[in-house]
């Protein structure tokens, strides 16, 4: 991989999505949960799996064990480190220094922003989850009439906090994105309150989620929005990146939108990046699901006719500090394997090469989220 890979491993990556890691010691049942996006199932163990094998290959040897240990082993060696020790050694070997962190997705508690940046050595963000704010808005008691004012307030406080960089919606989750892409009238979400605050519960009402991505706009932030690869909540046919082709064309203009992830949908996520100039993407969480081996498949889709200034780096590491790390290396890797390709193909001369594997890495993040390239140390 020559001298690409020499220029991806010197670039100091920005991870626009992650999320935190368990701040406890776990036993095999918890750990093997957080490798997959599915459930347990009986008989059936996630260390069998692409992520499990791409752990005990590329994460092993970090924890002083030979490639391959064994699952009992590498557990074992984990609860000897602790995990304050296993998490700085993953977060240090990513050669990361910033990460904007979601901090909305918190079934268990997670390490802070803060956290990460100083197990890293790096600088922290927040992005803002939309859909935990409505529901606290909603929990905490609010006509219908005043439901869209109070949601407008509640965001605009939480986008108003020190570090935060973006806005997220999981609409994706809710109710898929064949949506009417218009914003709705003022007496549309006021029905539509009345009818989700009598029942509560998760914003899963489909004029709610198009007001919430409307004021997301109005916010004036980076806008991140899941699709694709997800748990089984996800109706996976609803999540197509280009069911959004309308709502886009009625937003462009405004905020970038950012779509995480895109598995297997990053050929659509690409045709949008390419025609919308508000649209950048990435295929976090693909990439330690899939592994280093097949990194470098999914890049080279996402990329074959996406803008190079439209592709940024995510690991969308959540629970495990292990994902932060094969993340990463599989970004760094399957990117190093595609530019080199193509410079020795004579498709691409190595100074354009170079100057890709920053702007993927680093600076096409650094751009959109409008940060320094120093950026200082979180509070």
């Not at 095999?28 to 599915?38: C, H, N, Q």
């Not at 004012?149 to 935060?164: E, I, T």
Request: glycine residues 8%.
């Amino acid at each position: 991989m020559g001298a690409v890979r020499e220029a991806l491993d010197s670039v100091r990556l920005v991870d626009h999505h992650c999320h935190g890691t368990v701040p406890a010691d776990l036993g095999r049942d918890a750990f093997e949960s957080l490798l997959t996006e599915g459930e347990a199932w009986p008989g059936i163990s996630p260390f069998d799996s692409p992520a499990g094998a791409a752990v005990r290959r590329h994460c092993a040897p970090l924890l002083d064990l030979p490639r391959h240990a064994a699952p009992g082993e590498y557990l074992a060696r984990r609860s000897d480190l602790g995990w304050r020790e296993v998490q700085r050694r993953f977060l240090r070997a990513t050669g990361t220094d910033v990460f904007c962190v979601d901090t909305g997705h918190t079934p268990a508690r997670l390490t802070s922003p803060r956290d990460i940046a100083e197990a890293a050595g790096g600088v922290s963000y927040e992005v803002v989850r939309l859909e935990g704010v409505a529901e606290s808005v909603g929990a905490a008691g609010v006509e219908a009439d005043a439901y869209a004012d109070a949601f407008r307030a509640a965001a605009l406080d939480a986008v108003r906090r020190p570090g935060v960089v973006a806005v997220k919606s999981v609409a994706a989750y809710r109710t898929g994105f064949d949506l009417d892409p218009g914003r709705p009238s003022a007496a549309e979400v006021t029905e539509a309150a009345r009818s989700w605050l009598g029942r509560g519960g998760r914003l899963d009402h489909p004029v709610l989620v198009r007001h919430l991505l409307w004021t997301a706009v109005d916010l004036g932030l980076p806008l991140q929005l899941h699709t694709g690869f997800g748990d089984n909540d996800i109706r996976l046919h609803r999540v197509d990146p280009a069911h959004l082709t309308d709502w886009l064309h009625l937003t462009a203009g405004t905020v970038p939108i950012l779509l995480l992830h895109c598995w297997p949908y990053q050929r659509q996520a690409a045709y949008l990046a390419a025609v919308f100039e508000q649209v950048y993407l990435d295929v976090g969480l693909t990439l330690h699901h899939v592994g280093p081996a097949r990194a470098g498949a999914v890049l080279a889709e996402a990329l074959e006719i996406t803008p190079f200034r439209k592709l940024l780096y995510s690991s969308d590491a959540y629970g495990v500090p292990e994902f932060h790390h094969l993340g990463a290396l599989a970004f760094r890797q399957g990117l190093a394997e595609l530019l080199q390709e193509r410079v020795d193909a004579d498709e691409l001369a190595l100074p354009d090469a170079l100057r890709i594997a920053r702007w993927t890495g680093r600076d096409n993040a650094l751009r959109v989220y409008r940060l320094q390239d120093e950026p200082a140390q979180d509070d």
